[in-house]
């Protein structure tokens, strides 16, 4: 059994209700400290607490403290523009939402992950698909980008799909049947232009397929036996003469079959000898 609020020690019961806010005294000032202690608002928090007062509080005229206030108060302006105009500058210089990557035979989900500073779950959901296998995902990949500061500082690197390597990848991925020493060939042979291989390549198996030899023709498919015309065949009474008179006469039963139809073509069945018919041969049943 689950355990639930069945038991006496699960249940709660409220013995005394506490009293109700009251939101009326909240418009009124706060009471006066107590001797010695003076009332310090938390600036994060924004509550008030008692604290011991200073014993000797350095009295400041009234037109230095306004001053004071006043340069604060420019310096606050001051910063607030300075953090305005940074923020410009990096929307300025800031790169793409997003970029797009090329799935290449050596990539995986976490690979991608630690490279592009990003969830795996963010990266299923741009790209609509589960699990961790790439195949299923579609090609190229959408990688959002979450702060477009980290792409600008170098931090994040977009795919370089210039260098030699993406180039044997991406080749790799096409023709899975090539060799590395066939895909560095096609490449150098094309001055490492990867379409302009790709279409070499493509026209080298092509050519292959072309020189190999036909494929023999299919075997006939054996015919439905509900098609085929079955013929009755009534068996012919043979006697079997002996020159011993001591020997019996036997009957026997020629059974004309499908398969001596061509043989008792060629033969007269009457006129066969006893040798030749002794594996036709078979003593007649009884009427």
Request: aromatic share 6%; glycine share 4%.
């Amino acid at each position: 059994m689950a355990e639930g609020g069945v038991y006496p020690w699960k249940i709660q019961k409220v013995e005394a209700f506490g009293p109700t806010a009251d939101y009326s005294n909240l418009s009124k000032p706060l009471p006066s400290p107590p001797d010695g202690m003076v009332w310090d608002q938390d600036v994060t928090t924004k509550e008030w607490k008692l604290i011991s007062s200073p014993e000797q509080k350095a009295v400041v005229p009234k037109n230095e403290e306004n001053k004071e206030t006043l340069n604060d108060d420019i310096d606050v302006l001051k910063q607030m523009a300075r953090e305005e105009e940074k923020q410009k500058e990096r929307q300025k210089s800031a790169g793409p939402t997003h970029i797009q990557h090329i799935i290449l035979p050596t990539d995986t989900l976490a690979g991608i992950c630690l490279k592009y500073k990003i969830s795996a779950v963010k990266v299923r959901q741009i790209n609509r698909f589960s699990g961790s296998n790439l195949h299923l995902a579609p090609n190229p990949l959408i990688i959002p980008i979450v702060d477009p500061q980290l792409l600008v500082d170098g931090v994040i690197k977009v795919q370089n799909t210039e260098s030699r390597e993406f180039k044997r990848g991406a080749f790799r991925a096409r023709f899975l049947s090539l060799r590395d020493g066939e895909i560095t060939s096609y490449l150098e042979m094309n001055n490492w232009d990867l379409e302009a291989a790709m279409q070499n390549a493509k026209d080298d198996i092509a050519w292959e397929k072309s020189q190999q030899q036909p494929p023999p023709p299919p075997k006939k498919e054996l015919e439905d036996i509900s098609s085929l015309a079955l013929e009755a065949h009534i068996a012919i009474p043979v006697t079997t003469t002996t020159t011993s008179v001591k020997k019996k006469k036997k009957n026997i039963e020629l059974e004309l079959g499908s398969v001596t139809a061509k043989k008792q073509e060629q033969r007269n069945p009457l006129t066969t000898t006893k040798k030749q018919m002794k594996g036709l041969f078979r003593p007649l049943l009884p009427r």
